[in-house]
């Protein structure tokens, strides 16, 4: 009889972790780049900083905001990769796309750089709200490595509407982080 029940309670737990939910993974995508531009080699170089996220944010599964105070984490949804890590990455690459007269590197890089700007990202907020709007907020700082001055600190916020599929709001804050490259870049290239 004890080996029966023991037979019968692999069995179960077997059954019951078969029947777990598979996950979906997802990574932001940097902008189009069908328009060709080229990096070229120059000695002009920007440096993408560390991007520091949210607490909340700093975890695989993805947030959908549900109540001004509740948040649904989604564990069978979630990020392929460090969240801060592939937002930095998205930033380089757009900026390296926008600018292509930049050599534009990711921290960390091997120092010494002589980058001549150095641009910092702080994400507060980045998730789909109650209302079905993908969210992004946070603020970006430009320093000038030579004099060691800020040049420019700007909060943003971006929002647009969404469907309900995951893939629809990654996609979204994908665009939202190309609208952001774009300012910083556009702030660049009239120093």
Same mark, same amino acid.
């Given at each position: 009889? =004890?080996?029966?029940? %023991?037979? %019968?309670?692999?069995?179960?737990?077997?059954?019951?972790?078969?029947?777990?939910?598979?996950?979906?993974?997802?990574? #932001? @995508?940097?902008?189009?780049?069908?328009? /060709? &531009?080229?990096?070229?080699?120059?000695?002009? !170089?920007? /440096?993408? /900083?560390?991007?520091?996220?949210?607490?909340? #944010?700093?975890?695989?599964? #993805?947030?959908?905001?549900? *109540?001004?105070?509740?948040?649904? !984490?989604? @564990?069978? &949804?979630?990020?392929? *990769?460090? #969240?801060?890590?592939?937002?930095?990455?998205?930033?380089?690459?757009?900026?390296?796309?926008?600018?292509?007269?930049?050599?534009?590197?990711?921290?960390?890089? @091997?120092?010494?750089?002589?980058? =001549?700007?150095?641009?910092?990202? *702080?994400?507060?907020?980045?998730?789909?709200?109650?209302?079905?709007?993908?969210?992004? =907020?946070?603020?970006?700082?430009?320093?000038?490595?030579?004099? /060691?001055?800020?040049?420019?600190? @700007?909060?943003? *916020?971006?929002?647009?509407?969404?469907?309900?599929?995951?893939?629809?709001?990654?996609?979204?804050?994908?665009?939202? %982080?190309?609208?952001?490259?774009? &300012?910083?870049?556009?702030?660049?290239?009239?120093?």
């Amino acid at each position: 009889m =004890r080996i029966f029940r %023991l037979i %019968l309670t692999i069995v179960a737990i077997l059954v019951i972790g078969g029947c777990s939910s598979k996950s979906n993974f997802y990574k #932001l @995508e940097a902008m189009n780049t069908k328009s /060709g &531009h080229k990096a070229t080699n120059t000695n002009k !170089i920007i /440096g993408i /900083g560390t991007v520091k996220v949210a607490d909340y #944010l700093n975890q695989k599964p #993805l947030i959908i905001k549900v *109540s001004n105070t509740k948040l649904d !984490i989604k @564990e069978t &949804h979630r990020w392929a *990769s460090n #969240l801060s890590q592939n937002i930095q990455e998205v930033l380089r690459e757009n900026i390296s796309t926008l600018l292509p007269k930049y050599t534009v590197l990711s921290f960390p890089w @091997e120092e010494p750089v002589d980058d =001549r700007y150095r641009v910092f990202v *702080s994400i507060d907020s980045m998730q789909r709200d109650t209302d079905n709007k993908a969210v992004l =907020r946070g603020s970006w700082s430009l320093v000038n490595q030579e004099s /060691g001055k800020l040049i420019r600190h @700007e909060e943003f *916020s971006y929002s647009e509407v969404t469907d309900e599929s995951y893939d629809s709001l990654v996609k979204t804050q994908s665009s939202m %982080l190309t609208k952001l490259s774009r &300012h910083i870049a556009k702030t660049i290239s009239r120093l």
